[in-house]
């Protein structure tokens, strides 16, 4: 211990701002914290009762069930406060007797309700008009789901295979391709018999140091993922003294060790439960080192030419048409390794839709993805425990640190202040609290006169809110990419778990409407506990389709939100006792383009030889044959009628020329806070219609070398 943090390796002079070259995983030293109170006995009572009807088979075993409860429980402790207080507050409405009175039921607590009456209420509510009452038990049947098919015994009954490193290629799909390796190829090559490597090492060494009650940068970079690593790279590559701040955990390869209800906790925003205020939309963002590069699928798309033009034309945008941009997108693919996946990759899961697509005469093609020998292993959702993904962690953090960045993990801003007022680049005060759980945190203040905030789409708006530097548009105009699947049961196995998750890519429809507006269709890694979420239902009927799990193929729709150009579907703010708000509703566009695009799924599943297809609505529709389709354009798509999700958040501090439209010019930098830049995917003015990964980086590139352009380091 040196100080008051406890440091990763021996001590090296100490940090006052001006120390190059050290990445820093700051560890406050243990302390006798305040643990949130464990459920009381009518919440996990009533979480008990919930859980036997959501999963029957669990609790066969009063052991087992017991275990699975306790698991909850404690998962729950550990969410950050304002979400643990909602869970609490959704067990206290499903037990109360007279929320059961008022909804038809005996006026009884729900524990003390027979099973049968427990099952009806549970499906009352999961179909009611009323939307609280579906978002409790979205909030319940969540938990539980994704805390069961996370146990090992409920891995081994629906026949998963568990971790590639634990028993190496079991499938043809997994594993390295036979063949002499290319730099052409993203995936691995030689023998198919080849043991399983180590986890690869940072390419980085990690330097221990002590850090002090004050930190001085000439950049602070805010978030270390594809906008914030790039950016920080280039800053630092042209020369300038940069600190990196990261609100996750600093987990690498080792850490990655493919257990889904682990890292599903550990590397995403909120411990993997973040999601609109109603339950409506789960959003699967990366809280990590290396952000949503770390768990992303490797895709790279570039931003399409309509959607640039839209940009010039609708928000100002200039130096971003799409010559403009082609080299900037080249250097970023060349830097990442970015290459087409050969046809003897992909995965059965991704042959549904390169086969059924074609079937259907529909435009499909391989993806790009940014991997460099690539093992087909199917965990990247968990990280990369090979360093093949060549995101932040293995290309940009490296770059930036060997350029003389510092960084500082479990490191979360909470408000930027003005040191200064006056001048292009006045001294600003980034407070600053180191987290470590277990741990007491810490206060430390970073001082630059050049602030780049990248922590995405819900955590730059509320920094900027929370600093008294919000207004105009910050937070507003929301785009998520709403996303639905449809599961195909199929004679043979599709083990979706293995294999590259998302190697092609359908887009057909992308340009559904005059104005570039439509969905485009993937397909997704599919593991127990979130295929268990967003399968419909709970208990026999669930239990039944996750038995086939072996033989299910998914695809995902994925809707270029925004149809509605003028209205502002979500928005995001910070309320009190460090709340996040987060709204959203699509528009009537944006609801049946995903109408269209559910459909348009489940027809290419039929044409690739699905026995039969589930959509994720509530009561799902099964489709067996092309007349089936039909009933798909009767459901509703409203709040919590179907399973929606979004690994793409973006929006709310949109660049352009109106401050009342607008959270940045078109620079980057926030109106009236001079050295305030936002280089992170809620800098886009329009949702993509593609996965946003290269874009961002693309925009991160441009705002970073415009700073670097208007002040010289040093």
Known sequence: MIGTATLSKAATPAVDGHCRGRYLFLVPPPAATALPEPLSATRRATLTAAASRIVPHAFAEATRGEALISAIAARIQRLPPPKRRDFEMALDLLGNRWATLATGHHPLPFHLLAPEEQDRLLQRWSRSRVGALKTIVQAVRRLVLLAEYATREAEREVGYRGPFYERGAELPWEGPLVGIASDADPVARGSRSAAVPAPRPSPWHTDASSVGATVRAEVVVVGSGAGGAVAAARLAEAGHDVLILEEGEPLDAGDFNEREGELHERLYADGGLRATDDLAISLLQGATLGGGTTVNWMVMLRTPDWVLEEWAARHGAEGMSPRDLAPVFERIEDEVHARTVPDDAHSPNNRILLDGARALGWATRPARINARNCLRTGFCGGGCRYGSKQGALQVFLPRAVGSGARVLASARAERIEFAERGG???????????????????????????????????????????????????????????????????????????????SAVCDEHLRRDANGYGYWIECPSMHPALAAVATSGFGAQHREVMLQFRRLGSLIALVRDGADQELSNGEVSAARGGRTRIRYRLGPRDAQHLVEAIAASARLQLAAGAMEVRTLHTSPVIVRRERDLAAISARRVGANDVALFSAHVNGTCRFGRDRATSGTDLHGERFGAPGVFVADGSLLPTALGVNPQETIMALATIVAERVAARRRPG
């Open 424 to 502: 292009a680049f006045p001294l600003k005060r980034v407070h600053v609290v180191l987290t470590q759980r277990g741990a007491s945190p810490r206060t430390v203040v970073v001082e630059a006169p050049v602030v780049v905030l990248a922590a995405g789409a819900i955590g730059t708006p509320v920094l900027l809110q929370r600093s008294g530097l919000g207004g105009d548009a910050v937070g507003r105009y929301l785009r998520l990419h709403p996303t639905s699947a449809v599961i195909g049961l199929f004679n043979q196995e599709i083990y979706a778990a293995a294999g590259i998750p998302l």
